[in-house]
Each structure stands twice: as C-alpha cells, then as structure tokens.
C-alpha cells in the first residue's frame, strides 16, 4: 500500500485540525493503521492507531480525549481529528500501515507516508 498524509498546517492552540491518510490499493481494509509524530531532536512517537475495520482506536495518553482517529475503507482513507491543540503537539505527522496487528512502536509498521507538518503556535 502506498500512503499519502495531508492536512497539515499553522494552527493557534486551542484550534483544530484535521488530517488526513490516504491510502493506494484495493486492500486497504486489510491494513491496521496509525499515526506517528516527530518533533525536531526528537524520536518519532506513536500517536493513535486502529484496527482493521475502526471497531476499535488506542491513543497515547498525550492525546487522549484531544484527538480522534478514525478510517473510512470506502474511500481508503484515514483520518486524525486534532482538537485542543496545543504547542507541544507540533511535530510532523505520518501515517503509517501493516498488515499485521501492530502497537505503539514505530518500527512494527512497515509502510509510511512522506508526513505532514504540523505547528502550533501559543
């Protein structure tokens, strides 16, 4: 599956955002799915991910209760509601899939997306 991650840009805190993952293929019910953000300096971290057909979502306690993960297979497409946001949530945002149920750790996904830049400004 290829991905392609789109909706960043400059928000104030406070403001919400929504992005956007799609996906290529004629299987991307077949993917679990997550985002990942990356600040500068730092390492990339897991965000929120969800299972093959959205029945369930996991959230990093950062974001829990702010943002919202959800897919739509119809359309290949994922998406991450950013609500509250706040300067620390500046980063880059990728997408990534597997077909395996895969958790928290970056390095279980093997398909990403190029990223989308997030900033947050107070």
Same mark, same amino acid.
């Given at each position: ?6 909706? &960043?840009?400059?928000?104030?805190? =406070? ?7 799609? &996906? ?6 077949? !993917? ?8 500068? &300096? /730092? ?10 057909? =959205? @029945?369930? %979502? ?5 974001? /829990? =209760? ?8 119809? /359309?290949?497409?994922? !998406?991450?509601?950013? #609500? ?9 945002? !990728? ?14 996904? #093997? ?7 997030? %900033?947050? @400004?107070?």
């Amino acid at each position: 599956v290829q991905l392609q991650a789109f909706g &960043g840009g400059l928000v104030q805190a =406070g403001n919400s955002l929504r992005l956007s993952c799609a &996906g290529s293929g004629r299987t991307f019910s077949s !993917y679990v799915l997550g985002w990942f953000r990356q600040a500068p &300096g /730092k390492e990339r971290e897991f965000v929120a991910r969800i299972t093959w057909s =959205g @029945s369930s %979502t996991y959230y990093a306690d950062s974001v /829990k =209760g702010r943002f919202t993960i959800s897919r739509d297979n119809t /359309k290949n497409t994922m !998406y991450l509601q950013m #609500n509250s946001l706040i300067p620390e949530d500046t980063a880059v945002y !990728y997408c990534a899939a597997d077909l395996r149920w895969s958790g928290s750790n970056y390095r279980e996904y #093997n398909y990403w997306g190029q990223g989308t830049l997030v %900033t947050v @400004s107070s």
